[in-house]
């Protein structure tokens, strides 16, 4: 539900940008995020139901009792929190991306105004800082690029109007929140550690439990995106000449543990780009066939191809981040 948030807000999917987009890494680290978010808040919602089998005097709850609080209970976590959630997550998506817009046309538009609604439900703090205008890489950005709040409807647009700080120390602004003193557009980070959700003594178990279930996830994805364009069978130029997608190649990299395997699976998406770009390194030869090696840097992280070569044809045998 929180990753659909992030694709509508984020207006664009891996498919859709490509490797070489600044926008590739920035939908990844926002999926992987509301993913993990979501997984502690699942956690959080099973241990608070299993307190509900007993009641506040100790006793045991009746069936009837118990179904009615764990409804009760589920409506706050899957219907109302959710809510604010999802909207939090297209919200902060849509901005980051705006970010990554920014970034691009800076030379153009050098400065931001800080832009909110003038009506009662807009927080009097905010208001303040309406008009502001302040560089592209000012610091007062790392802090209080939008959103600001929850069901925060400030906005910041870009200008070549001269600088104007309000009369404000902006070097030294109020904190927001926690969680919003931060830009998503540079973070990546919709739900940072400071969510209570994250608080919590077996962190570092739910969190390999949360990875391992969004990687699940992702392979269900990219399978399923792999047979809906085809790409089983199918050829791609390579700097050694025609490379094929076999299903036993998308098996193995997909089964594959590393630090690194959410972003590296995400080359699926933009597999013939990849294939295309990589540089020749080096051949090995194991058991009668050869190995070639290729390279190429995904926001310099490095990415390499394994291509296996039989009867002078090549097939794709592996992707991993180390040699």
Same mark, same amino acid.
């Given at each position: 539900?929180?990753?659909?948030?992030?694709t509508?807000? &984020?207006?664009?999917? !891996?498919?859709?940008?490509?490797?070489?987009?600044?926008?590739?890494?920035m939908?990844?680290?926002?999926?992987?995020?509301?993913?993990?978010?979501?997984?502690?808040?699942?956690?959080?919602?099973?241990?608070? /139901?299993? =307190?509900?089998?007993?009641?506040?005097?100790?006793?045991?709850?009746?069936?009837e009792d118990f179904?009615?609080?764990?409804?009760?209970?589920?409506?706050?976590?899957?219907?109302?929190?959710?809510?604010?959630?999802?909207? !939090?997550?297209? /919200?902060?998506?849509?901005?980051?991306?705006?970010w @990554?817009?920014?970034?691009?046309? =800076?030379?153009?538009y050098?400065?931001?105004?800080?832009?909110?609604v003038?009506?009662?439900?807009?927080?009097?703090?905010?208001?303040?800082?309406?008009?502001?205008?302040?560089?592209?890489?000012?610091v007062?950005?790392n802090?209080?690029?939008?959103?600001?709040?929850?069901?925060?409807?400030?906005?910041?647009?870009?200008?070549d109007?001269?600088?104007?700080?309000?009369?404000?120390? $902006?070097?030294?602004m109020?904190?927001?929140p926690?969680?919003?003193?931060?830009n998503?557009g540079?973070?990546?980070?919709?739900?940072?550690?400071?969510?209570?959700?994250f608080?919590i003594?077996?962190?570092?178990?739910?969190?390999?439990?949360?990875?391992?279930?969004?990687?699940?996830?992702?392979?269900? @994805?990219?399978?399923?995106?792999? $047979?809906?364009?085809?790409?089983?069978?199918?050829?791609?130029?390579? @700097?050694?000449g025609? $490379?094929?997608?076999?299903?036993e190649a998308?098996?193995?990299?997909?089964? @594959?543990?590393?630090?690194?395997?959410?972003?590296?699976?995400? $080359?699926?998406?933009?597999?013939?780009?990849?294939?295309?770009?990589?540089?020749?390194?080096?051949?090995?030869? =194991?058991?009668?066939s050869?190995?070639?090696?290729?390279?190429l840097?995904i926001?310099?992280?490095?990415?390499?191809?394994?291509?296996?070569?039989?009867?002078? =044809? &090549?097939? !794709?045998?592996?992707?991993?981040?180390?040699?």
């Open positions: 539900m929180l990753q659909k948030a992030v509508e807000g &984020y207006g664009k999917t !891996l498919s859709e940008v490509g490797y070489i987009s600044p926008d590739w890494e939908i990844s680290h926002l999926k992987y995020n509301v993913g993990v978010f979501a997984a502690f808040k699942n956690h959080h919602q099973i241990e608070e /139901t299993v =307190k509900l089998l007993i009641d506040d005097n100790g006793e045991a709850r009746s069936w179904k009615n609080a764990a409804l009760a209970l589920n409506t706050r976590y899957n219907s109302v929190w959710l809510k604010t959630e999802y909207h !939090l997550a297209k /919200t902060s998506a849509k901005a980051a991306r705006r @990554q817009d920014i970034q691009r046309t =800076k030379h153009i050098p400065n931001l105004i800080y832009v909110a003038n009506d009662g439900r807009t927080r009097e703090l905010h208001k303040k800082w309406h008009g502001i205008i302040l560089p592209v890489d000012h007062f950005w802090t209080h690029y939008i959103p600001n709040d929850h069901g925060c409807r400030c906005n910041v647009f870009r200008t109007k001269a600088v104007d700080t309000k009369g404000y120390n $902006v070097e030294n109020p904190e927001l926690p969680m919003f003193n931060q998503t540079k973070t990546g980070v919709v739900f940072d550690k400071s969510h209570p959700y608080k003594k077996n962190y570092k178990n739910i969190a390999d439990m949360a990875h391992k279930a969004i990687m699940n996830i992702q392979t269900q @994805q990219i399978k399923q995106y792999i $047979v809906k364009q085809q790409l089983l069978d199918k050829s791609f130029n390579s @700097q050694l025609k $490379v094929k997608i076999l299903p998308v098996d193995r990299i997909l089964q @594959q543990k590393t630090e690194n395997s959410y972003q590296l699976n995400a $080359v699926f998406y933009d597999l013939k780009n990849v294939i295309k770009n990589a540089l020749y390194i080096k051949t090995k030869e =194991k058991k009668g050869k190995y070639h090696f290729l390279h840097q926001k310099n992280k490095n990415v390499y191809l394994t291509i296996k070569e039989e009867d002078e =044809k &090549y097939q !794709l045998y592996n992707i991993t981040d180390k040699l």
